[in-house]
T-cell receptor, first 113, second 118 residues
Framework: EPEVTQTPSHQVTQMGQEVILRCVPI?????FYWYRQILGQKVEFLVS????????KSEIFDDQFSVERPDGSNFTLKIRSTKLEDSAMYFC???????????FGSGTRLTVV | AQSVTQLDSQVPVFEEAPVELRCNYS??????LFWYVQYPNQGLQLLLK??????LVKGINGFEAEFNKSQTSFHLRKPSVHISDTAEYFC????????????????FGQGTILTVHP
């Protein structure tokens, strides 16, 4: 069964450093998403991406965040200057047309120290 | 905007007993509804979804859910649980496709931790 692949599974970074979280969505999917889950809290939407541009973003997704689909297969989330409160599990997801095949990756646990 | 309320943060139950995890939603437009399961240190796995049609939806691992539009609920049920069902369960909604322009953002509830005891 097709999978959404996220790397790395765990990343530790120092406050103020830039991080890039990587995702390989399912190959024929058209819509791409990032969500995050702070420990003990619910999963929150960050951003959706369609047709090579951001289609929707939440209030969490401020100027410190950016997304990119550089080569038609990878989908990245960049945090420019990490804060302690960015520590969370970050999930990538992708889907095809309609809501069929909405699939999440296994997540990247980001720890900011 | 949509919101989801999962009425129980924790549900303890004995093995082979039935279980119901409750989910209510709020939305001014039609929605799609989902249940996801998260096992410890793992990602989100889709259990089942309601997009249209029959209001009783069957999913993986013997779970089912019933969409009740009048009560704005989508409760998850299993007639007999196993130890391996111990996990956190998330209810989620998305705006139903409107003219083909829905981008499919999911809004999640707070999660219900199901603990199955032997």
């Amino acid at each position: 069964e097709p999978e959404v692949t996220q790397t790395p599974s765990h990343q530790v970074t120092q406050m103020g450093q830039e991080v890039i979280l990587r995702c390989v969505p399912i190959s024929n999917h058209l819509y791409f998403y990032w969500y995050r889950q702070i420990l003990g809290q619910k999963v929150e939407f960050l951003v959706s991406f369609y047709n090579n541009e951001i289609s929707e973003k939440s209030e969490i997704f401020d100027d410190q965040f950016s997304v990119e689909r550089p080569d038609g297969s990878n989908f990245t989330l960049k945090i420019r200057s990490t804060k302690l409160e960015d520590s969370a599990m970050y999930f990538c997801a992708s889907r095809g047309q309609g809501h069929y095949g909405y699939t999440f990756g296994s997540g990247t646990r980001l720890t900011v120290v | 905007a949509q919101s989801v309320t999962q009425l129980d943060s924790q549900v303890p139950v004995f093995e082979e007993a039935p279980v119901e995890l409750r989910c209510n939603y709020s939305s001014s437009v039609s929605v799609y509804l989902f249940w996801y399961v998260q096992y410890p240190n793992q990602g989100l796995q889709l259990l089942l979804k309601y997009l249209s049609g029959s209001t009783l939806v069957k999913g993986i691992n013997g779970f089912e859910a019933e969409f009740n539009k009048s009560q704005t609920s989508f409760h998850l049920r299993k007639p007999s649980v196993h130890i391996s069902d111990t996990a956190e369960y998330f209810c989620a909604v998305s705006v139903a496709n409107a003219g083909g322009t829905s981008y499919g953002k999911l809004t999640f509830g707070q999660g219900t931790i199901l603990t199955v005891h032997p």
